[in-house]
């Protein structure tokens, strides 16, 4: 499980950190986040799914570096997202 942590922006509310640790990061929905911060998930390999509120509009980078288990699955479906966007060690 994972406990959130927020920063209120002057253009709205920005999703900082995620501590903790599990197969799945459900990000609620009830704080309008707009921005997920950069390295937010880095290094969690044992995660595989994560679910974004419908406000997000902007994702930091290397936000899922690291993330084996998640990028094994998403990869295998859009391989030139992954390529080009996102770094990750040999699968």
């Known amino acids: 499980m994972y406990e959130y942590y927020y920063k209120k922006q002057d253009f709205g ?3 900082t950190e995620a501590k903790g640790d599990g197969k799945e990061a459900l990000i ?3 704080k309008d986040i707009l921005i997920i911060a950069d ?3 880095k290094g969690h390999k044992e ?3 994560v679910e974004f509120p419908d406000t997000v509009i ?3 980078g290397f936000v ?4 084996i288990c998640l990028l094994r ?5 859009i391989y030139g997202f992954c390529y080009t966007v996102i770094r ?3 699968l």
């Open 39 to 41: 390295d937010i998930f």
């Open 13 to 15: 509310m920005c999703l």
């Open 73 to 77: 699955k998403v990869c295998n479906r």
């Open 88 to 90: 990750y060690e040999m």
């Open 28 to 30: 609620p929905a009830d």
């Open 64 to 67: 899922f570096d690291g993330c």
């Open 58 to 60: 902007e994702i930091g």
């Open 47 to 49: 995660l595989v799914r």
